[in-house]
């Protein structure tokens, strides 16, 4: 019986995956046909390379069919209801940095705060007739943040790609996207609210807290932990 | 417990109001999401099952009655009214994954304008009644006294309007009233617009719905906003005084009739919290003993504008309240399109009671 690592199952971030983990001595590589999702570990015994999409692998933590995984914190956080009871995180490797961030038209002179978006949204819902929009895939770590930042009479509209485009496109007010340098941002003439993000991310280690192990598995488990000393 | 144990309690419930000529109501398990949107905003999602139908567009799992009962006295309902239900509510636990998703609510209200604190005391006493062999710890409280302190308050209209907006979020309300009173500085992001010659200049391009006047008004808002006077400490602490009254209605009322004499903007409602009290001793409460919190209901019942209570289980902190309910007058102003009628009303969970019967 083996531990199950899931790792994204492309781009940057496999690439940058198999490097961290290369670095600490254990080898994470693609096997067969470059279209074949197959992979395997050498470096230490019991240990299945597992590639998956990004955004599946909260999931798969979250149900206990993979005891290890590689994803973004903003992915666990928005998918997982009570996450840090279902995955702990055991090591933040260092790259996929991302921030979760609020942005409003450039133009909006008037606003840089939670304050003043609030205080634009009620200006907004008397003048419209309907609650400020504000376009993102993330809802629930939105609405929780703007929940604590007091914002009211907003809503949140389903945005799952080309999220800086809405605003211009007149289907939202502003925006809550994932973004790493602003340039796509300031591309479409928009700006990041002056507040601390939604959220930090970066690609994290998550340890599934619910996956079952037999002894074998958390030896290789423990085994595998102490190479890459986390956990 | 076993769900036809909950039911039989819920119809000896509903009888027990119907018996009292309450009129038996219904209303449909799916609501349109719309309404209940535009009430609470986005945080609805958050507790309520919100689904796709693919002709009505956005829909709701109810997670109350007292809504759709409003919308249905409003449309052509008689005055006055007596109404009870008794049905499934469907609550999203994300927060409490423990607690139920979907229980069984009794529900007891009246729509009456002739006197609307006996009309109060009624509601409380109905669920005092039924509630009595439970050893239940009730809790009343009056959104009203705050709102008037609110609209008493010795400063800009717009400053009242926005902290009125948000009495029902006590940390939003706390931020707004600590920087109107220069608690707070103002942020520097907005010194240096209210500071700027011209704050247009290098202005990106205008994109979206929201237009340069609009942005505009803001900004004159904001200048005006800052040439206010703060408002005053001692405003603040009769606010902050009023908000820790937490005793017995009867010193409760000795309380705030002090506070009046510094606040009189809150007269007004120390009278109708009088005038319930007298009520509620007529109808055999105990006032002496039943606890009053100022700011009991503020983070959690959204609609109620007046008197609140609620019933808790001593034994169970870990309970939501068996049975809780208050004053919405300004609901039925919201969804009467131009029409309203003082409401008052309550719930109570048959389900927790069948528990509380079978812990005994």
Redesign the interface.
Known sequence: MTIKLGVPSKGRLMEKTFDWFGARGVGLARTGSEREYSGEVTGVEGVELVLLSAGEIPRELAAGRIHLGVTGTDLVQEKL??WDQKVAPLAELGFGHADLIIAV??????V??L??L???A???RA??GF?MRIATKY??LV??Y??D??V?????VDSQGATEGT??N?T??AVADITSTGETLRA??L?VL?EEPVLRSQATLFKSRVAKKTDAERKALNALCDVLKVG | MTLSQIKAKAASLMAGFEGEGAQTVDCAILQPAEVL??LY???I??RAYVTQDPVRGEVMLRPDFTVPVVEMHMADGAEPARYTYSGEVFRRQ?EH?ERASEYFQVGYEVFDRTDPEAADAEVFARFSEVLAPYGLRAVTGDIGILTAAVSGLKTTEARKA?LM??IW?P??FR?LLD?YSGKTPI?A??KA?LESAD??VS????????S?R??G???EA?HKDAAADPISHDEVALIDGLLKVSESCDFALERLLDIAVDLPAISEAVERFARRCAALDARGIDTGSLAFEASYGRSSMEYYDGFVFGFLATSRPDWPAVSSGGRYDALTRQLGQGREIPAVGGVLRPGLLVDLEAGQ
């Open positions: 209801v009570q038209p450039a133009c909006w002179i008037d840089d705060t304050d003043d609030d205080a634009a009620a200006a907004f003048e419209h609650r809802h629930r609405r929780a703007l929940h930042g007091g009211a009479d907003y809503q949140l605003v211009r007149l939202a007010e479409n003439h700006k002056g | 949107l535009d905003g986005e945080d999602r958050t994300e994954p926005a907006r948000h979020r940390r939003r931020a920087r942020p992001s907005r617009l704050p247009w202005c990106a391009p205008m994109i979206g719905m929201r340069s609009e942005i008004a803001r900004i904001l």
